[in-house]
Structure formats: C-alpha cells, structure tokens
C-alpha cells in the first residue's frame, strides 16, 4: 500500500487536514477523500477547467495540482462560493441568464468568473471571453456564460453602491467589491 502523506490546508475558510498519496491530484482529494463533489471532472488532464478552483486566490485545475501542493495554502471550491445561505451573484445571474444545461461545466466557470471579477470589477466583453477562453461547455455555446458574467459584474457593483451609500463613513471600497467574500 503507498505511503499517505499528512496535509494541513484551508478550504473555503476552514481548516482542513487529510492523508493522500504523494500521486493524488488535489480534484481527487477534493472529490473523493474530502467529499467536495461540486468541482467536476470533465478531462482529468488540464484541458477543460471543469475542475477549476482557486489556490491562495488563484485558479488552478485540481486536476493538474497535486494534493500534497495545498499544504498551507488557501483553496476555494464552488461549495466556497455562497455566501451564507445565498447564492452568490455569479450564481444567481447564471441561473436567471440560463447559462447553463448539464451544468459539468457551471463550477468552473463560477470559480473561474469570481477570480476575474474580484480583480477586475468591470471588465469588457473581450476581457471575460479571454479569461474564460480556457474553460469548455459543449452546451451553451458561450454567448450566455459570457452575458451572465457581465450582468455579475453589474449586480456586484450595484451592491457595492448601496453599501457605500449605506455606510457614507466607512472604510473605503473599490466600486462592487464591497460585498465580495
Ligand atoms: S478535469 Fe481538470 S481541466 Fe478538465
Ligand atoms: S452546461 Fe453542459 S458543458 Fe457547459
């Protein structure tokens, strides 16, 4: 039997420790040790981003990283992405834009979208195409993925707004992060 390795890390803002082999990607620690099925397995080697996570605010397919590489590290999964019990806006706008059929694709492109939009609140039409050109869906067609995304990012600076005009004295935000988590 192959030696386990003890790993320490954090996902989604908890601690979390595990044992995996030292050949073990993180999506199969995530999906079959860890029980986080929502990051999803579409090719298993790097080329569709279903598994897409993000690893100390980056995204990274699970599939390509090994489980012992989240030592220490912050990872968030789509289980990550709500806040409280609520859909997150990237959530609810795919939802309501109906960008989305099997949904094998959905998580990725959810983890993929938050890490563009908590960079970059207001990105052009070519700006999220090219940072989502690396995640497949073999349903859509794109186009709605892509309007969701823009209409994300507009609900997430009206949020921002409101709180702003809710908390006049607060501590500065840029224009829709205020709410992002
Ligand atoms: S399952 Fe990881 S990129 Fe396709
Ligand atoms: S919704 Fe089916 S692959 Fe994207």
């Given at each position: 039997?192959?030696?386990?390795?003890?790993?320490?890390?954090?996902?989604?803002?908890?601690?979390?420790?595990?044992?995996?082999?030292?050949?073990?990607?993180?999506?199969?620690?995530?999906?079959?040790?860890?029980?986080?099925?929502?990051?999803?397995?579409?090719?298993?080697?790097?080329n569709c981003g279903a598994?897409?996570?993000?690893?100390?605010?980056?995204?990274?397919?699970?599939?390509?990283?090994?489980?012992?590489?989240?030592?220490?590290?912050?990872?968030?999964?789509?289980?990550?992405?709500?806040?409280?019990?609520?859909?997150?806006?990237?959530?609810?706008?795919?939802?309501?834009?109906?960008?989305?059929?099997?949904?094998?694709?959905?998580?990725?492109?959810?983890?993929?979208?938050?890490?563009?939009?908590d960079r970059e609140g207001?990105?052009?039409?070519?700006?999220?195409?090219?940072?989502?050109?690396?995640?497949?869906?073999?349903?859509?067609?794109?186009?709605?993925?892509?309007?969701?995304?823009?209409?994300?990012?507009?609900?997430?600076?009206?949020?921002?707004?409101?709180?702003?005009?809710?908390?006049?004295?607060?501590?500065?935000?840029?224009?829709?992060?205020?709410?992002?988590?």
């Open positions: 039997m192959a030696k386990k390795i003890h790993v320490a890390t954090t996902i989604n803002g908890e601690r979390v420790e595990f044992l995996c082999e030292a050949r073990q990607s993180l999506l199969e620690v995530l999906r079959d040790t860890l029980d986080l099925t929502g990051s999803k397995e579409g090719c298993n080697n790097g598994c897409t996570v993000l690893l100390d605010g980056q995204p990274v397919d699970s599939c390509l990283v090994l489980g012992v590489e989240a030592e220490g590290a912050e990872i968030t999964t789509i289980e990550g992405i709500a806040r409280d019990s609520h859909l997150h806006p990237i959530q609810q706008c795919f939802l309501e834009d109906a960008a989305l059929q099997c949904g094998i694709c959905t998580p990725g492109f959810i983890v993929l979208a938050k890490a563009l939009l207001n990105p052009s039409e070519q700006e999220i195409r090219f940072q989502l050109a690396g995640n497949l869906c073999r349903c859509t067609g794109y186009d709605k993925i892509i309007r969701a995304v823009q209409h994300a990012a507009q609900r997430l600076a009206a949020d921002g707004e409101q709180t702003a005009a809710a908390n006049p004295n607060g501590s500065p935000t840029r224009r829709g992060q205020a709410q992002r988590t």
